[in-house]
């Protein structure tokens, strides 16, 4: 089974409004850390935002925001004023705690922002 | 400026040579990571070392090695035994268990003719 599971292979958002990329996982492990990473075409991963499994508040990193529902095992990232900037692949991954520290990446969702 | 450099962007090779991809970080992180991705698709494990003179495989490691002799470098070998290794290649680092992002380099994306 897949640890990590994103269902929009693709997205559009108009500029300045709000949208969700959906996010579910899947684990065993009571420790665990959720990321999301953002991809533009150049390649590079940059690092979003993170959610530890034990915090009991939602993360938040400026305009990005990790809506976090521990019992239906999803980490949904939302991304609040969308800009043309964030037209990229954006990736979920998991850290599972007991298993050495290593990450299971989603396929990824391509975003594109529509001015 | 702190970060992880990888060397060349872009790299060819005829196939059945051997290939070393090169990873180099500043950031005194004791982990250091090498995944894979194919196109349209997420990344996945190879290697990954915890500390110096020790590593594991990953999810991928079959045509793949590694060293670690120093705890900047991590250089990644892609053998003839790999069957297509045409894809783009990342390594990333993590700090210590107070640490949980991992920081990623700019990838190489290695081509096989």
């Known amino acids: 089974a897949q640890k990590i599971t994103q269902t929009q292979p693709g997205m559009f958002v108009q500029e300045k409004e709000a949208v969700t990329l959906d996010c579910t996982y899947d684990?065993?492990?009571?420790?665990?850390?959720l990321f999301w990473y953002k991809q533009p075409s150049s390649g590079e991963m940059i690092f979003l935002i993170y959610?530890?499994?034990?915090?009991?508040q939602n993360a938040t990193e400026g305009r990005y925001s990790l809506n976090f529902q521990k019992a239906r095992k999803s980490a949904n990232l939302v991304i609040s004023a969308s800009q043309l900037g964030d037209s990229a692949m954006y990736f979920c991954?998991?850290?599972?705690?007991?298993?050495?520290?290593?990450?299971?990446f989603g396929d990824g969702t391509t975003l594109t922002v529509k001015p | 400026d702190g970060g992880i450099t990888q060397s060349p962007k872009y790299l060819f090779r005829k196939e059945g040579q051997n290939v070393t991809l090169s990873c180099e970080q500043n950031?005194?992180?004791?982990?250091m990571y090498w995944y894979r991705q194919d196109p349209g698709q997420g990344l996945r494990l190879i290697y990954y070392?915890?500390?110096?003179?020790?590593?594991q495989k990953g999810d991928i490691a079959e045509g793949y090695s590694v060293s670690r002799e120093k705890k900047e470098s991590f250089p990644l070998t892609v053998t003839s035994a790999q069957k297509n290794p045409t894809a783009f290649y990342l390594c990333?680092?993590?700090?210590?268990?107070?640490?949980?992002?991992?920081?990623f380099g700019p990838g190489t994306r290695l081509t096989v003719l």
């Open positions: 990333a680092s993590k700090g210590g268990q107070f640490y949980n992002e991992q920081f």
């Open positions: 684990t065993s492990d009571p420790s665990y850390g």
């Open positions: 959610q530890g499994s034990y915090d009991q």
């Open positions: 991954a998991m850290r599972e705690d007991t298993n050495a520290g290593k990450s299971t």
């Open positions: 950031l005194n992180h004791d982990a």
């Open positions: 070392s915890q500390i110096v003179n020790d590593f």
